[in-house]
């Protein structure tokens, strides 16, 4: 079992920045695909962005802002946001997956964090 821990959120004005981070313990979640996803009050939980060993994919909507990264010395996921909107308030969620993906789509991903809040102020 995988268990996984988000920090970092708060509150912030427009333009500001931020950096989440998410540590993964049990299993071998070092190896383990990991994204971000977010979901905003009202709104459908959505992908922010996906790391694998090699690549990383983003959603249009962050693309140029917000950059993912890991640690997997430290098993930890990372999400710079720069530039932020008061659009990007929100509770973002850590996921990870054994297989090699970086998908978008939250249904192939098995496990996840509590998430943190966000919010940006205008």
């Known amino acids: 079992q995988v268990q996984l821990v988000e920090s970092g959120g708060g509150l912030v004005q427009a333009g500001g920045s931020l950096r989440l981070s998410c540590v993964a313990s049990?299993?071998?979640?070092?190896?383990?695909?990991r994204a971000w996803f977010r979901q905003a009050p009202g709104k459908e939980r959505e992908f922010v962005a996906a790391i694998n060993w090699r690549f990383t994919n983003y959603a249009d909507a962050v693309k140029g802002r917000f950059t993912i990264s890991r640690d997997n010395a430290k098993s930890t996921l990372y999400l710079q946001m720069n530039s932020l909107k008061p659009e990007d308030t929100a509770v973002y969620y850590c996921a990870a997956d054994p297989r090699d993906q970086i998908s978008g789509s939250q249904d192939l991903w098995t496990y996840w964090g509590q998430g943190t809040q966000v919010t940006v102020s205008s």
């Open positions: 049990g299993g071998t979640s070092r190896s383990y695909a």
